[in-house]
T-cell receptor, first 116, second 113 residues
Framework: ETGVTQTPRHLVMGMTNKKSLKCEQH?????MYWYKQSAKKPLELMFVYNFKEQTENNSVPSRFSPECPNSSHLFLHLHTLQPEDSALYLC???????????????FGPGTRLTVL | GENVEQHPSTLSVQEGDSAVIKCTYSDSASNYFPWYKQELGKGPQLIID?????GEKKDQRIAVTLNKTAKHFSLHITETQPEDSAVYFCAASIKAAGNKLTFGGGTRVLVKP
């Protein structure tokens, strides 16, 4: 596989469920990101990991818990979500980390999450 | 923080015509301006970008211009084709702010055959 992959592509969960989203990048990049894309809203940055260390938490509720075990994998653990959390969750990676001069980000296809 | 405004929100053009999307940004320290294309069911794909030390960049049918004084940048698509139909996003980032991308609201482009 090449590029940035995300699994699952679609997820339906109840408010009491616990699930995890997975992202894997095959590009040798050093930074990884989680974004939320809701209808009629700009892409919202959630978390940033730079060389496996979390460097940004954009005031995300604690029911979203990220994990970055190595520079190729990124997880988003979900628990007790609300219906308003239904959205497309996108993972991205960038080659040189967040300290480089220019931040070219490459996105995965996203996970379409529906919370019932 | 940085704020990026994008216009129009929807754009319908006849195949073969040109399409122009405009974005303005608020922070004069912004130094990197990418454009993304998102097709249905897919993630955003980087199609072209421009850096603050350049005024214009072209790649085949697409071009981007940057006016740092006015703090706006534009995407130009010439000889549009049906496969250009998608949602386009502009973004801006500031190196001093950790290179976080701030995105515009998106433009839905429809190319009519």
């Amino acid at each position: 596989e090449t590029g940035v992959t995300q699994t699952p592509r679609h997820l339906v969960m109840g408010m009491t469920n616990k699930k995890s989203l997975k992202c894997e990048q095959h590009l040798g990049h050093n930074a990884m990101y989680w974004y939320k894309q809701s209808a009629k809203k700009p892409l919202e940055l959630m978390f940033v990991y730079n060389f496996k260390e979390q460097t940004e938490n954009n005031s995300v509720p604690s029911r979203f818990s990220p994990e970055c075990p190595n520079s190729s994998h990124l997880f988003l653990h979900l628990h007790t979500l609300q219906p308003e959390d239904s959205a497309l969750y996108l993972c991205a990676s960038s080659p040189e980390g967040t300290d480089s001069s220019y931040n070219e980000q490459f996105f995965g296809p996203g996970t379409r999450l529906t919370v019932l | 923080g940085e704020n990026v405004e994008q216009h129009p929100s929807t754009l319908s053009v006849q195949e073969g015509d040109s399409a122009v999307i405009k974005c303005t940004y608020s922070d004069s320290a912004s130094n990197y301006f990418p454009w993304y294309k998102q097709e249905l069911g897919k993630g955003p794909q980087l199609i072209i970008d421009i850096r603050s030390n350049v005024g214009e960049k072209k790649d085949q049918r697409i071009a981007v211009t940057l006016n740092k004084t006015a703090k706006h940048f534009s995407l130009h698509i010439t000889e549009t084709q049906p496969e250009d139909s998608a949602v386009y996003f502009c973004a801006a980032s500031i190196k001093a702010a950790g290179n976080k991308l701030t995105f515009g609201g998106g433009t839905r482009v429809l190319v009519k055959p």
